[in-house]
């Protein structure tokens, strides 16, 4: 019966991230994690988002107000780097790099008498925050892999959806799409009877 915990599979998705690498029967070596790191301030007087990205550098800058006043200032992209905290010393470069290209970072009261420093922003510092992003040398692995005896039901199509490193909130929409139309073509494949 469908649906029943007992049974096994008519398919299987996965969208694990970093978890590609690692999770049995996958084991994806070409999945390595970018390294993000942010700093959370609260400045409501950031009403512009902003950013600077020069090529082959892999560090950048970005300022991103949030409605609630608070700013989003980034970043980094470190390949292969699985450290999974904010180190303190890149959160003091992305603060001068941030101050640096939006000094309305600062309190406007400093700003009125002089040139903010960094000293000027920490106090506004609500979160540090890293992520890792994850990655895959090729691309995205966005396909149908057919895998026989899973459960005791011969031939199950496996989905692979991952890769897609610092893409995957703008592409997710897009992937779902290519997943649940790899899965429609898959299903109706299975269910076509071959005749030996």
């Not at 299987?12 to 070409?30: C, I, M, Q, T, Y």
């Not at 608070?70 to 790099?97: A, F, H, K, N």
Request: with cysteine; charged share 20%; hydrophobic share 35%.
């Amino acid at each position: 019966m469908p649906g029943d915990p007992a049974s096994p599979p008519d398919a299987v998705v996965v969208s694990v991230g970093l978890g590609a690498r690692f999770l049995g029967g996958v084991e994806d070596k070409d999945v390595y994690p970018i390294r993000g790191q942010t700093v959370l301030i609260k400045a409501p007087w950031v009403k512009l988002g902003m950013a600077l990205y020069k090529e082959n550098d892999l560090d950048f800058v970005y300022i991103i107000p949030r409605s609630s006043g608070e700013v989003i200032v980034g970043g980094t992209r470190t390949e292969d780097d699985w450290y999974p905290s904010p180190r303190p010393e890149t959160s003091q470069m992305i603060l001068e790099r941030g101050l640096a290209l939006c000094p309305e970072l600062a309190p406007p009261e400093i700003r009125s008498t002089r040139k903010p420093i960094v000293d000027d922003v920490l106090p506004q510092v609500t979160a540090y925050g890293c992520g890792l992003r994850p990655a895959r040398k090729g691309g995205i692995r966005l396909q149908t892999e057919w895998t026989e005896g899973v459960g005791g039901r011969g031939k199950v199509p496996v989905i692979h959806n991952y890769g897609h490193g610092g893409g995957g909130y703008q592409t997710s929409w897009s992937s779902a799409s290519v997943v649940l139309e790899l899965l429609r073509d898959a299903l109706e494949t299975d269910a076509v009877p071959v005749i030996v």
